[in-house]
């Protein structure tokens, strides 16, 4: 019943475009000129240029106040001003006001400039895909940008993420590898491509993109960290535990490194202190991570601390009451700390989950047997029967199933 929870991980680029020098933009506003009533010409592009410019250097020096309130002013002397939209919203991704980045960009792609449609619709895709988690949205803007420069690479590769983010695992391998075709260096494309043949269960392809990641940037942390789910997937852990360490090397704070080493540690190695000290750091790092409670849980209990044991299912449970395998140990914890009741619960909350589950019935005819329930017990004995035959053989040595072992219905089932 024990599931493995390995983690994948995943990487992402920076999506955003860098601005456009600012001196090639003026040519947007060098028309806009204003008459006086007394016939004097005003450039209203020369004063829009000069706040576009202010609130260029206010952001390169971290001012992104003064940045946004320069470029508002740029805005409202030339309300066109499509550069000054575009440069307003790569600051309000600085300050994490997505919406209003979204909707600068939304406004230098209805003016349509010709020189930044194609950024704009990029940086609007980033903001859906990366913090509104709206993937057809973020997939569409990609497509347009793709659309007017079909060999754009980031825009080729955020669309293969997006695909990737979607569930849509095969257009995502081909946005990945058309990335490469255009790009061999991009490195976090081989990484996640090697992801989704990882998900693919192919494990060789996988592999290789790992590994040309780590050539083209041997301090990849996460790429050492996906060549060890690799290894894992394919129970080589001897290499799995040493692209654990690699990773862990790099990042001190990599959870899900300590959780997995942790895993082989615990199911493969058996040396239950080290993993231990595995998922207590990696709990101690996040204390929300349910995976590092379930794997810790399932440790104590090889160790026999029931108490711990069932503290650790109980924070999975907690969280999500339809987790059959955390029940089960939970319930087969309760079962060794003499909770008979509790553990009925949590076996009866596994059938419900699992009706097909032999183990929880055979269980659960121990612990009516313990209680004197003869009727109960011997019900869920000739389930746990019909699922697997193979208690026959074990029920008559079962101890917990002497109150119940000289009755003729006992001995009908196990004949």
Known sequence: MRQIRFLIGSSLSLFLCAPIAAQAQIQEVTTAI??????????????????????????KAGNYDQSIAAFQEAIRIYPAYAQA????????????????????????????PRDLLIDAYNNRGYIFNEYEKKYEQAIADFTQA???????????????????????????????????????NYVDAYNN???????????????????????????????????????AYQQKYDQAMASYNRAIDLDPTYVE???????????????????????????????????????????????QQYKEAAADFSKVVSSNAEDADARYYRGDSY????????????FQAVLKIVPDDGWSYYWLANLYSLKKQPKQALEALGQAIKLNPDFKKDAPQEPALVFIRNLPEFKKLVK
């Open 193 to 231: 491509r090697g992801i989704v043949y990882l998900e693919q269960k192919n494990y060789v392809p996988a592999l290789k993109d790992f590994e040309t990641a780590l050539k083209l940037r041997p301090e990849y942390a996460l790429a050492h960290y996906n060549r060890g789910l690799a290894y």
């Open 335 to 346: 079962y060794h700390l003499s909770e008979f009741d509790s553990a009925i619960t949590d």
């Open 85 to 112: 939209y575009y440069e307003r919203g790569n600051t309000y991704l600085l300050t994490k006001a997505y919406d209003r980045a979204a909707a600068d960009f939304s406004k230098v792609i209805e003016l349509k």
């Open 146 to 184: 793709i659309r007017l420069n079909p060999e754009y690479t980031r825009a080729i590769y955020n669309r293969a993420l997006a695909y990737d983010r979607a569930g849509k695992k095969e257009p995502a391998l081909e946005g990945y590898t058309r990335t490469l075709q255009l790009d061999p």
């Open 34 to 59: 204003q008459i006086r009533p007394d016939g004097r010409k005003i450039s209203l592009g020369s004063l829009a240029f000069k706040q576009f410019q202010t609130g260029l250097k206010a952001r």
């Open 257 to 303: 490194a300590y959780h997995n080493r942790g895993f082989i540690y615990n199911d493969i190695r058996k040396d239950y202190k080290a993993a231990l000290a595995d998922f207590n750091q990696a709990l101690k790092l996040n204390p929300d991570y349910l995976n590092a409670y379930y794997n810790r849980g399932l440790t104590y209990y090889n160790q």
